[in-house]
């Protein structure tokens, strides 16, 4: 044994050495997964792949229309990248903040950092790096799509692209500047208790932002003559010379076309006030990180709930048609959904940007397009449902089983059929999802005037979707269960997790090829008020699919579940 | 808050709470706690769940800051003068933290270099712990894959590596076989013997009756018993073990006298 230290004088390491722990992990865990589960990089690599085709003919689709016209395309290219970098702002500043609380004040690993020998701000600035390392998915996902879209309408591609990555490089860093001390407040001042709610709060602030933007864009309705000066003087805000994002939107505007000189003002002015952000909110939050640390570990708040008793016959009575032992475990599964707003704030987001959406759905005047629109319309709406829903089941619904791992044998010493564990959690899934996706679409039936008949279609395949999907997320959980792994994101996307979003992705695409054709047949027959019975022979058997679809998932995990020993 | 004037320059001295208080909220954890303790003893901190050992714990190694009161690590006051006070300890928490992505001996390396151990030391350190603690099979596969029992071991080794001056454990034998349970009781001794101060907190009574040279008992906050084993008997008036001591001083009805 060496003598014990007495050296007082103490010369702590910087970054560095901390970034470079950082990307060895990152390189030990690209080795494995890429040698554990090659499809999940594969189906990644696709998703990745489609979302960019997607939305690289989304923006090519905007850019050519605007291209069409000269003076229209003059006003709107910087209003349309105004929004587009207003939005990115406002929702990295909220995924900084999520990923930077989560990263220095509830994870292990900052505690752990904080009682080495290193700085608070070395801390803090490795995980400011880190949380602006993950928000660079924006770069990827949206980004590049968008940089080859306005590429091609430019003559300059090769000074434009790198310029375009400057200043998207550039940016990133000021949201996430404004994370990090949002991150730091919420942990400073918030009440514990207060805290998750605050994560839905600011879900639904973030929200709210978007769509008080985006409604403006209505206003062209309303205004008879003078909707374009109305337009413009509403949408100024978007270019006010105090937001980031418009000084990269005229940064951009100058690189489309080749006026060098205004560009690399506009780079530099990003990149100064990037520096000057991140510097300052490091500094502020490592100088101020104790008192956050020390009331996000221990604070307390006082947030009162329903006793267990009555909350139970609350949640009890939604489960009224279950079997009492079975019935437990879906109020039980219920109530800790319901207490994680982490969990139901996602959905509550997704499903309420959809109601959003279909409530102003008037003001789109879709009886006014063309009768293929009309048709299409729907279709989306049902895809858009289907999609979320296949996330939602994904992310929350498979790993069910697992998290119930380490109760496993307790599970398996309850008087009850293992069977019934899995329709515990079915019921469970299938009340969250019916309530909210079916909900949705008989929205969405009302506010296009669908007639009464092919309403009840809408729904009777939207119910059989929650079937299947649901069906598909419990069955496969407990086929391909991860019962050691505790943290729920990892259990959704280990090679279990992947399988299931494959399938349930696939499943929503069949059924919507189905819904579709059907619906086109119909079109082109004239069957909207009276479908025949072939068409009633198609709706059956989409749904059926559906429904066979989780029904076999599920005996497939009942099975397997039996087998194994607790 | 603590007052920040407080002096611990006295280098002798291991660890040095003084008055230190702590609460949340309304709830006292720490109550007017002073406990110092000299380099070269092994002090095990005993109470029930939600005494206040890991709030003390979190105190020492600069996690939280005390109310009321100061903590002193090796004559630095943790609240004005942390990043020298940290450097002579070593913290091993109840749930080990290790990286799950690298392997053993990746994080062996990284914790090297952050306390600034040279190469010939940290090779010549992790050889020599990896022959005591027999986890030359695992070492090289990543820690997501260990046991309990493993990681504890690697995280063990990891706060040895930079030889430390003050070593502060959080129930250190759960999940150690009884080879390597003894192995670390063997290494806390060694270490004392050596001028480190080695601090534990444990529910198992046994380790703290057999390594211990003091003992402090927590209820409720306040220390209601410290010295000795023998001092600890003789305060309860008769021959008795450590674990009867432990219930007689911490049952519900027990009038402190302290």
């Given amino acids: 044994m060496n003598g014990v230290s007495e050296s007082t004088v103490f010369e702590p390491v910087g970054v560095a050495t901390l970034l470079r722990a950082k990307g060895r992990a990152l390189v030990n865990h690209g080795r494995a997964v890429l040698a554990e589960s090659p499809v999940k990089v594969l189906a990644t690599i696709g998703f990745v792949l489609l979302i960019w085709a997607g939305l690289y003919g989304l923006f090519r689709e905007v850019f050519y229309l605007f291209e069409a016209n000269h003076l229209v395309g003059a006003v709107a290219i910087p209003l349309v990248f105004g929004f587009f970098f207003v939005a990115l702002l406002v929702l990295l500043t909220f995924s900084n903040a999520i990923l930077a609380y989560s990263s220095l004040f509830s994870r292990d690993e900052a505690a752990y950092l904080l009682t080495a020998p290193l700085s608070p701000r070395t801390v803090v600035a490795v995980k400011y790096l880190e949380v602006l390392f993950f928000s660079s998915w924006s770069l990827i996902l949206l980004g590049l799509p968008l940089m080859l879209a306005v590429a091609r309408s430019t003559g300059e591609p090769r000074v434009f692209c790198p310029l375009f990555v400057a200043f998207f490089l550039s940016f ?45 864009i209505h206003l062209i309705e309303d205004e008879g003559g003078n909707w374009l000066d109305t337009f413009l003087f509403r949408m100024d805000f978007v270019q006010s010379a105090l937001l980031p994002s ?26 100064a006030n990037t520096l000057f952000l991140s510097w300052l909110a490091v500094v502020f939050t490592a100088d101020r990180l104790f008192p956050a640390l020390d009331r996000a570990s221990t604070g307390r708040g006082g947030a009162a709930r329903l006793p267990a008793k009555a909350s139970g016959g609350a949640l009890g009575a939604v489960f009224f048609y279950l079997p009492r032992s079975v019935k437990l475990i879906a109020v039980k599964d219920l109530r800790t959904y319901l207490r994680d707003p982490l969990q139901w704030s996602q959905l509550a987001i997704l499903f309420g940007l959809m109601g959003l959406y279909l409530l102003n759905m008037p003001r789109f005047q879709v009886e006014f397009f063309s009768e293929r629109w009309a048709l299409l319309v729907p279709m989306l709406n049902f895809g858009a449902v289907g999609f979320i829903l296949a996330t939602f089941t994904s992310r929350f619904v498979f790993p069910l089983v697992s998290l119930e791992g380490h109760q496993f044998w307790l599970i398996g010493l309850l008087p009850m059929e293992r069977r019934d564990l899995l329709w515990a959690k079915f019921a469970f899934a299938m009340t969250v999802s019916v309530v909210v996706s079916v909900g949705a679409m008989a929205l969405a039936t009302i506010v296009l005037k ?50 299931n979003l494959i399938a349930s992705v696939a499943l929503v695409i069949v059924v919507l090829a189905g819904f579709g054709a059907l619906s086109w047949r119909a079109y082109e027959k004239q069957l ?22 989780g029904m076999s998932a599920m005996r497939m995990g009942v099975t397997h579940l039996n087998r194994l020993e607790a | 808050m603590a007052d920040e004037t407080d002096a611990h320059t006295d280098g002798a001295v291991a660890i040095d709470l003084r008055q230190v208080t702590r609460r949340f909220g309304d709830k006292v954890a720490v109550n007017d706690l002073s406990l110092s303790i000299p380099r070269g003893e092994l002090f095990a901190f005993l109470g029930p769940n939600g005494a206040g050992k890991t709030t003390t714990i979190k105190m020492i190694v600069g996690l939280l800051r005390p109310t009321a009161g100061s903590v002193g690590v090796c004559g630095h006051c943790m609240s004005v003068d942390g990043l020298p006070a940290r450097a002579q300890l070593a913290y091993v928490p109840d749930q080990p933290f290790l990286y799950d992505k690298l392997t053993g001996l990746e994080f062996l390396y990284f914790v090297a270099e952050m306390y600034r151990v040279s190469d010939a030391d940290r090779d010549r350190a992790i050889a020599e712990l990896t022959a005591r603690f027999d986890m030359a099979e695992f070492l090289d596969h990543l820690t997501e894959t260990y046991s309990h029992g493993m990681k504890q071991k690697v995280v063990l080794a990891a706060a040895l590596l930079h030889d430390p001056a003050v070593l502060i454990v959080d129930e250190p034998m759960v999940g150690l076989d009884p080879r390597t349970a003894r192995q670390v009781k063997n290494i806390f001794v060694e270490r004392t013997r050596h001028g480190g101060a080695v601090f534990i907190t444990t529910h198992t009574l046994e380790v703290a009756e057999a390594v211990a040279d003091r003992i402090g ?5 306040r220390l209601i018993a410290l010295g000795t084993l023998d001092d600890l008997r003789t305060r309860a008036r008769r021959q008795q073990s450590l674990e009867d001591i432990f219930l007689q001083l911490t049952e519900p009805e027990h009038e402190w006298g302290v």
């Fill in chain 2, 217 to 221: 008992i927590i209820h409720e906050g």
């Fill in chain 1, 528 to 549: 909207q008020t009276s479908p025949d019975v072939f068409t009633w022979l198609g709706v059956v058997g989409v749904i059926v699919l559906a429904c066979s679809a």
């Fill in chain 1, 172 to 216: 990133v860093p000021i949201p996430g500047a404004a994370g990090l001390i949002t991150a730091w407040f919420t942990a400073r001042f918030l009440p514990r208790n207060l805290r998750k709610s605050a994560v839905a709060v600011l879900s639904v602030g973030a929200l709210i932002a978007v769509v008080w933007g985006l409604r403006a």
């Fill in chain 1, 246 to 271: 418009s000084w990269i939107t005229k940064g951009i505007d100058h690189a489309m076309h080749a006026r060098l000189h205004p560009a690399f003002m506009y780079l530099l002015l990003t990149v």
């Fill in chain 1, 450 to 499: 669908i007639v009464f008949v092919w309403a009840v279609v809408h729904l009777a395949i939207t119910f059989a979707t929650c079937v299947g999907l649901c069906g598909l997320s419990v069955g496969i959980g407990a086929r391909m269960p991860m019962f050691k792994q505790r943290n729920t994101a990892r259990i959704a996307s280990g090679f279990g997790g992947t399988v």
